[in-house]
């Protein structure tokens, strides 16, 4: 047996999740670096491309941009610039590694000209991100939106090798998702949407807080993911006349 199958072999036996092992993984049409700790992109997660990619249809015409707040990999942005030429993408994440790897993977892909990679953290750094990009189209995201006491339960594997910053997204799974809508109400433009990736009790939550704490914004509406349970939430920055 080849020398390389053998530490494939070792390294999967010992728990570290095949995508680091193998050191890839193919996410919609794209093969991506993949490199612990940086969070490993789920099926779902191709369902939140699939629908930003459906609403945005008929834009096809005019210059978009988007912002993706946690880009980990990149497999979010890098596929929504793969299938929308016209399309600029700021990203940001909390952490360096997933900063880099998105670049590398950008650079991979030659889709690195669309691309501007910021080291930020959505909760401590508004203002920069405000100076850092202009208004956008639309924002995306799939935040940690696990409820911190849940993530006792997760597989060995995802507690011993991915990042739980990417995964625990606090008391109530919205300590994430409170800044991004806050930062959405300013940084979108009009009519710009928000879409995101979110646990199945989370909509009616985030609902209720968008119409009682975030006047700017108004919440759509929520899709199901293949399996029928409420996964995406999609919103709107008011116009002038809403």
Known sequence: MHLR????????????????????WDFRDLTL???????????ETEELVS???????????????CLEVGCGSGAI???????????????????????????????????????????????KDADAI?????????LVSNPPYLHSQDMETLQTEILRFEDHSALDGGLDGLSVIRPILALSSKLLTQGGRVYLEVAT????????LVEEMMPG??????????????????LQKKGEDD
């Not at 072999?9 to 193998?22: C, R």
């Not at 629908?51 to 941009?65: A, C, K, Q, S």
């Not at 890098?78 to 016209?86: E, V």
């Not at 993408?89 to 690195?112: I, K, P, W």
């Open 77 to 123: 942005s890098l596929s929504l610039l793969r299938n929308i030429p016209q399309l600029r993408v700021f990203a940001l994440d909390q952490s360096q590694t997933a900063v880099c790897l998105t670049m590398e993977n950008a650079n991979r892909l030659g889709l690195q000209d669309r691309l501007d990679v910021y080291h930020l953290d959505v909760i």
């Open 5 to 24: 199958s053998l530490v494939v072999i070792s390294d999967h036996s010992y728990g570290m999740p095949v995508q680091y092992v193998i050191e890839e």
């Open 217 to 234: 914004l108004l919440y759509l509406e929520t899709r199901c993911d293949l399996t029928n349970r409420p996964r995406f939430c999609v």
């Open 130 to 138: 405000l100076s850092k990009c202009d208004p956008v189209d639309f």
């Open 51 to 65: 629908l930003v990619l459906e609403d945005l249809r008929l834009m096809r015409g005019t210059d978009l941009r």
């Open 201 to 208: 009790c989370h909509p009616p939550v985030i609902q209720k």
């Open 33 to 43: 670096k993949m490199k612990p700790p940086v969070f490993i992109p789920r099926p």
